[in-house]
C-alpha cells in the first residue's frame, strides 16, 4: 500500500519567507509526526497529532512554527518569517496502536532558507 | 521519560567483519524498542523492533539486536558487513504510547572494501 508522503521534496526560499510543508500519512494511522534533522544531526521531535489535536507542542522551537492536522487525514506544517537555521531536513511519520505505534516515515522535505 | 544514548558517533569496520552498533536505553516503563536506518537523502527505515516478547529479534538485511533488561542495552549486530549496509543508524525507544518515539543521536556506519 501507499507509504507516508511529503511535498514538496525540495522547498528553497528566501529568508523572511513562509512557507508551507505538506505530510499525506498512511490511510487509517491515527498519530501523526513532525521531526526536523539538521544536517549530520540526529531526529528532533517537533510536534504530533493524534486525531486532529496535537496533545504535545513542546518541541516547536518557536511561535514561527505552527501545526494543523485535518481528521484523520493530512497535515501541514508551517514556518513563518523563515531564517536560515531553520534550514533543515522535515521529516513526517504515522502510526497507528495496532503495530505498538512504530512509526513510518516519510521521505522528508528539505528545506534550504538562502 | 525515556533517552537513549547510541554509543559513536561513526563507526568504521571492514566488509565482511562483524557489525555492532550499541545502545543503551533508559525507561520509566517497559519499553519498546526500535532501531532505524537512513540511506543518504531518504527517510528513515524500520530494521526491526523489540516489543515485549522474544528478546532476540531479528529484522531485515540481516540485522539482530538483543533486548537485555539487566544492562539496558538493545546492540545491532550484523554477523558480516556489506558495503550496501552504509548508512545512519538509529535507536529509539518508546512508552508504548502515542506520543512518539524518542531517538538516539545516530550511528553513521562506515564499510571499508
Known amino acids: 500500500g501507499a507509504g507516508v508522503s511529503q511535498s514538496p521534496s525540495n522547498k528553497v526560499t528566501e529568508k523572511g519567507k513562509d512557507v508551507e510543508l505538506r505530510c499525506d500519512p498512511i490511510?487509517?494511522?491515527?498519530?501523526l509526526y513532525w521531526y526536523r534533522q539538521r544536517l549530520g544531526q540526529g531526529l528532533e521531535f517537533l510536534i504530533y497529532?493524534?486525531?486532529?489535536?496535537?496533545?504535545?507542542k513542546s518541541g516547536l522551537p518557536s511561535d514561527r512554527f505552527s501545526a494543523e492536522r485535518t481528521g484523520e487525514s493530512v497535515s501541514t506544517l508551517t514556518i513563518q518569517r523563515t531564517q536560515q537555521e531553520d534550514s533543515a531536513v522535515y521529516l513526517c511519520?504515522?502510526?497507528?496502536?495496532?503495530?505498538?505505534?512504530?512509526?513510518?516515515f516519510g521521505p522528508g522535505t528539505r528545506l534550504t532558507v538562502l | 521519560a525515556q533517552s537513549v544514548t547510541q554509543l559513536g558517533s561513526h563507526v568504521s569496520v571492514s566488509e565482511g567483519a562483524l557489525v555492532l552498533l550499541r545502545c543503551n536505553y533508559s525507561?520509566?516503563?517497559?519499553?519498546?524498542l526500535f532501531w532505524y536506518v537512513q540511506y543518504p537523502n531518504q527517510g528513515l527505515q524500520l530494521l526491526l523492533k523489540?516489543?515485549?516478547?522474544?528478546?532476540l529479534v531479528k529484522g531485515i538485511n540481516g540485522f539482530e539486536a538483543e533486548f537485555k533488561k539487566s544492562e539496558t542495552s538493545f546492540h545491532l549486530t550484523k554477523p558480516s558487513a556489506h558495503m550496501s549496509d552504509a548508512a545512519e543508524y538509529f535507536c529509539?525507544?518508546?512508552?508504548?504510547?502515542?506520543?512518539?518515539?524518542?531517538f538516539g543521536k545516530g550511528t553513521h556506519l562506515i564499510i571499508q572494501p
Open positions: 511519520a504515522s502510526s497507528s496502536p495496532g503495530g505498538f505505534y512504530e512509526q513510518f
Open positions: 529509539a525507544v518508546s512508552g508504548g504510547g502515542a506520543d512518539g518515539l524518542t
Open positions: 523489540y516489543t515485549s516478547a522474544a528478546t
Open positions: 490511510s487509517g494511522h491515527t498519530a
Open positions: 525507561s520509566s516503563v517497559p519499553p519498546y
Open positions: 497529532f493524534q486525531g486532529n489535536s496535537a496533545p504535545d
